[in-house]
């Protein structure tokens, strides 16, 4: 999805993938992101920038909290996948609709959207849902099941919300499907890699630093 994304938004930029299973799993397992997982990404993060990234995009929701932190120390921007979408959906309501798969990414979205209404002086409430059942049928293979039980949700959820954001990256087709009109459901992927693209000079530049 980010591979057919860079392609069509920043063509000519190179991209270079870690894909890390073990960092979801254990803070899945867990329940909570560990010290280990924090330590793993920050690694991640520090072979990017010595093969001379210009900008890493963290694409797990669920470790977003660890972001901020481990960007303050790194000398190109780290950027937390949802900050764009974030940002995007405390300026189109009041209330926000939160909905994921697993606890473990409910949270720090939550946080995120908080912390983005403060940043822009709004008033926001937020509605926070998860998807029973529906990340157990992904990692069985069953992706329609997954697929329906999230559409269900959402449904429930848009009835009650201005707008509503989708937690994972996973979960963006979901919004692809939606009807036009109606509430407004939208997904990190493609925001995050169009605020990549509107800004990419800057970056290229060094002169660029995340909101």
């Known amino acids: 999805m980010f591979g057919d994304l860079a392609g069509e938004l920043l063509p000519g930029v190179e991209t270079v993938v870690i894909a890390d299973e073990l960092l979801l799993k254990r803070t899945v397992r867990d329940g909570e992101v560990d010290e280990l997982t924090r330590q793993r990404l920050a690694d991640h993060v520090s072979a990017l920038t010595e093969f001379g990234a210009d900008a890493i995009l963290v694409t797990c929701s669920s470790v ?9 120390d790194t000398a ?12 995007r959906a405390v300026r189109m309501g009041s209330a926000v609709g939160v909905l994921a798969t697993l606890p473990t990414t409910l949270a720090p979205t939550t946080r995120l959207i908080i912390a983005a209404a403060e940043e822009a002086d709004r008033d926001v409430s937020v509605v926070p849902v998860v998807c029973e059942g529906a990340f ?4 069985r293979g069953d992706a329609a099941g997954h697929d329906r039980i999230v559409a ?30 109606g509430t407004p459901v939208l997904s990190s992927p493609r925001l995050a890699v169009e605020r990549l693209a509107q800004q990419w000079d800057r970056i290229a530049a060094g002169t660029y630093i995340e909101p």
């Open 64 to 72: 977003g909290d660890l972001v901020d932190d481990i960007s303050a």
């Open 76 to 87: 190109v921007p780290v950027i937390r996948v949802d900050r764009a979408m974030a940002e």
């Open 136 to 139: 157990d049928a992904l990692s």
């Open 152 to 181: 269900e949700s959402l449904d429930r959820l848009a009835a009650e919300v201005d707008v509503v954001v989708l937690a994972q990256a996973s979960m963006a087709r979901i919004a692809a499907t939606r009807p036009a009109g």
